[in-house]
């Protein structure tokens, strides 16, 4: 399993985009291929360590959705993303510039 392609490309490349933030990577990128199968695109998987954090162990996995089944931005989609979100223990949020 790995994550989808995709990357920031900008300081406006998430604009639109809903970054869903998960403790475990395993379930980062369960939930991911789940996205994907659901026509969300691309759902890139990364690490968001916060400045300061020594503890690797302590980060949190970013999934990247930025476009919707729909065609439109996945911003439009944020309190269903939210939703799946807290099944696995984390949240959404939609970017804004």
């Known amino acids: 399993m790995g994550s989808a392609t995709g990357g920031a490309g900008g300081p406006d490349g998430l604009a639109g985009a809903v970054l869903v933030t998960l403790a475990d990577r395993e379930d980062a990128e369960e939930l991911a291929e789940q996205l994907l199968d659901q026509g969300y695109a691309p759902c890139t998987v990364h690490r968001d360590m916060l400045a300061g954090e020594d503890d690797a162990e302590d980060v949190d996995w970013v999934i990247e959705v930025r476009?919707?089944?729909?065609?439109?931005?996945?911003a439009l989609d944020e309190p269903h993303l939210h939703q799946l979100a807290e099944d696995y223990g984390g949240f959404a949020a939609a970017h804004r510039p």
Request: glycine residues 38%; hydrophobic residues 10%; charged residues 0%.
């Open 67 to 74: 476009t919707g089944p729909h065609g439109g931005p996945a």
